[in-house]
């Protein structure tokens, strides 16, 4: 187990905190929360695929994170019809 393993694992812990926030908030924070547990997934894809070695993995963090933002964009379109 190496530093990148660790930090990936710790980064994984930070969903609790953005599901009890959208799971009880307004839907603007829930889309807050959306989006900073796409960012986290991506950074703990490139720490898990730096600690376990694999170059191909940092291309599914490259995707994740273009499919993150874009994402976020169409989900901040259709929640603006209803706000």
């Known amino acids: 187990m190496n530093a ?3 930090a990936g694992t710790m980064l994984l812990a930070g969903f ?3 599901v009890w926030c ?3 908030r307004r ?3 829930g889309l ?3 989006e900073l547990a796409g960012t986290l997934t991506v950074l703990a894809l490139l720490c898990f695929a730096e600690g376990f070695h694999r170059s191909f993995e ?3 963090a490259a995707v994740a994170a273009v499919a993150v933002w874009t994402g ?3 989900f901040a379109r259709f929640l603006g019809r209803w706000l």
């Open 4 to 6: 990148f393993e660790v």
């Open 16 to 18: 609790l905190p953005l």
């Open 22 to 24: 959208a799971a009880t």
């Open 27 to 29: 839907a603007v924070d």
């Open 32 to 34: 807050v929360a959306l």
């Open 58 to 60: 940092f291309g599914v």
């Open 72 to 74: 976020g964009l169409v």
